[in-house]
């Protein structure tokens, strides 16, 4: 049985929380790894793309586009989340309205350079408040849906620099508002939570103890085993010839009509 907030539990639904490069994904995977509770998680932006907008990157998305994308990882983590009865999750339902709650503040691609971004928030005028409106709406359904759905969360604060990969369209001030935000939100879930910092296996054996979760691997093997499993999926995305091909040059016409488009 697992220990939740002093009580003990036949299943557990952990949510791991974290903004980007926080290490949500090697930590979630290790810990699966270590203790034989499945991982669940979304698939990635850029995997998504393939579908939402075929060739483009996430730097090159309109609001409409970016509204879509949060969506569909939220069905896909509903979906694959609510057919177990135990998981650890990589993320949560409310971390894409979370970010699309930053972006309202900080521009829809934060991580542009400053023309870029003051040429987007002119071309946002007069289509921002609707936008506003969508993602409010957005936000009640997966604040109620992750009070439902979790036992506990478990956040990974701010630790490390932000790796710079090159598609992700975000910055260091996004980071910090949506790191922010996310624990706002998360304690205001009424859910049990815990913040756990360190190195890998630092947290690790710190989630272990606080939930006295079940041990399969030594957590030393288990990280071994969980960054080589982690490095090998996101080569394997980055050969993808679609997303290859979504990262290439534009032309300056059609950079330009991007740019134009809220």
Not at 234 to 246: G, H, M, P, S, W
Request: hydrophobic letters at 40%; aromatic letters at 6%.
């Amino acid at each position: 049985m697992y220990l939740v907030d002093g009580q003990r539990r036949d299943s557990l639904k952990l949510a791991i929380s974290g903004t980007y490069s926080t290490g949500k994904t090697t930590t979630t995977e290790a810990l699966s790894i270590v203790t034989g509770i499945p991982r669940t998680h979304a698939l990635t932006a850029r995997q998504l793309l393939l579908d939402v907008a075929p060739g483009k990157s996430l730097v090159e998305l309109n609001s409409i586009e970016l509204l879509q994308l949060g969506m569909r990882r939220f069905e896909e983590r509903v979906r694959n989340e609510s057919q177990l009865d135990s998981f650890i999750s990589d993320g949560s339902v409310i971390h894409e309205w979370v970010y699309g709650v930053a972006r309202m503040q900080l521009g829809i691609n934060p991580g542009a350079s400053l023309p870029l971004r003051v040429i987007k928030k002119i071309a946002g005028i007069g289509r921002k408040a609707a936008m506003q409106e969508y993602t409010d709406l957005f936000g009640e359904v997966c604040k109620d849906r992750a009070a439902k759905l979790y036992d506990v969360y478990v956040h990974l604060p701010v630790e490390f620099p932000l790796r710079a990969d090159g598609h992700r369209p975000v910055s260091e001030p996004f980071r910090k508002l949506s790191d922010d935000t996310l624990l706002q939100v998360v304690k205001s879930l009424g859910l049990p939570y815990e913040i756990v910092g360190g190195t890998l296996e630092e947290r690790l054996t710190k989630i272990v103890e606080l939930f006295d979760l079940p041990t399969v691997m030594p957590v030393a093997e288990a990280v071994e085993t969980a960054r080589a499993k982690v490095g090998t999926a996101t080569e394997a995305i980055e050969d993808d010839e679609r997303v290859k091909a979504a990262q290439r040059q534009k032309s300056l016409r059609r950079r330009l009509a991007y740019t134009l488009r809220y």
